[in-house]
């Protein structure tokens, strides 16, 4: 088993051999400076929730599930919602949020955030380019520094939930992510699937990096699950869930299946107006069931809160 990116035999022991992060955990690299962290841990403290948006595969959803959830947070006026995008060879989040062609501002205080409302702000590496055709061809420890810069530089303010869309896999983004912050507080992850076996085989994988590192599981939700025809309302299985779905999986590896999200053509026209599907099409299945999703999230994000303070 992987003895995990603290231990001091990360890199070197057995279960490390064929490992494709074993030369970053061998380097070192595995382990944040006790200054960095701290530094981080500073930055980050006005933020009360944290919820990564993983995917073991591209065109899953994950982004967009990612948008519809801090879109969704940010339904509520009083809450302060930040939205950040670490896929740094695909950043697709500005043009879904409605924001491509913004760029980042510099103030005293840090980088400021790119909002969409006044209690929803972006920040990606999409803001950083010249143009959306651009390509990021870069090696590990240069993307490792982008994320940390955004962690330490980027002045978020009093933030209620700070969602985090990451790449697809487990590689150094994820491992770089989850070490940074280990500096602060974080209440998991929500990992997002589509029904078919190719595409679970790759959640596992994510579920079992989850475990490696300690990251708690939020649930997973399945995407893409069915498609309801619009005029004759028969659901038909575009992605035929072969070996039971998300469904059967959670019950086999112990995690919440938070929810089934159906096909709704209006979704993807909505990501690339930039404009909220929840809001542009509230009679949706699509909408009720992605709405059901977030509130068992937050719910999760307040039991979370609720038990750390009572240890405390």
């Not at 003895?3 to 030369?23: D, K």
Request: hydrophobic share 35%; with cysteine; aromatic share 6%.
């Amino acid at each position: 088993d992987c003895p995990g990116t603290s231990s001091a035999r990360a890199g070197s022991a057995a279960a490390c051999q064929g490992c494709p992060n074993q030369s970053l955990c061998a380097a070192g690299a595995a382990g944040p400076d006790p200054a960095e962290l701290a530094e981080l841990r500073e930055r980050l403290r006005s933020v009360k929730h944290t919820v990564l948006v993983l995917s073991g595969k591209g065109g899953v959803g994950k982004s967009t599930f990612s948008a519809l959830l801090a879109r969704g947070l940010a339904a509520d006026e009083a809450k302060q919602v930040a939205l950040l995008d670490i896929d740094i060879c695909g950043p697709s989040i500005p043009k879904m949020m409605g924001l491509e062609g913004e760029q980042v501002h510099q103030s005293g205080s840090g980088w400021s955030p790119v909002y969409v409302e006044e209690n929803l702000g972006v920040m990606s590496v999409g803001f950083l380019l010249s143009s959306p055709d651009d390509a990021v061809i870069w090696r590990g420890p240069k993307k490792n520094g982008l994320i940390k810069q955004f962690l330490r530089d980027v002045d978020w303010g009093e933030v209620d939930y700070l969602i985090i869309d990451t790449p697809p896999g487990t590689s150094d983004e994820h491992l770089s992510i989850v070490q940074y912050l280990s500096a602060t507080h974080v209440d998991g992850a929500v990992i997002i699937t589509t029904p078919q076996e190719v595409s679970l085989q790759d959640v596992r994988k994510e579920i079992n990096f989850c475990h490696k590192v300690r990251l708690p599981v939020i649930g997973v939700v399945e995407n893409m699950s069915g498609f309801v025809c619009p005029k004759c309302k028969n659901e038909s299985q575009i992605f035929p869930p072969t070996t039971g779905g998300a469904e059967k999986m959670c019950q086999n590896l112990n995690v919440p299946l938070l929810g089934k999200v159906p096909l709704d053509p209006q979704i993807g026209k909505s990501c690339d107006k930039g404009q909220s599907f929840l809001s542009e099409v509230p009679e949706s299945p699509a909408t009720l069931s992605y709405k059901n999703v977030i509130q068992r999230i937050q719910e999760y994000c307040d039991q979370h809160q609720f038990q750390e303070e009572k240890i405390i």
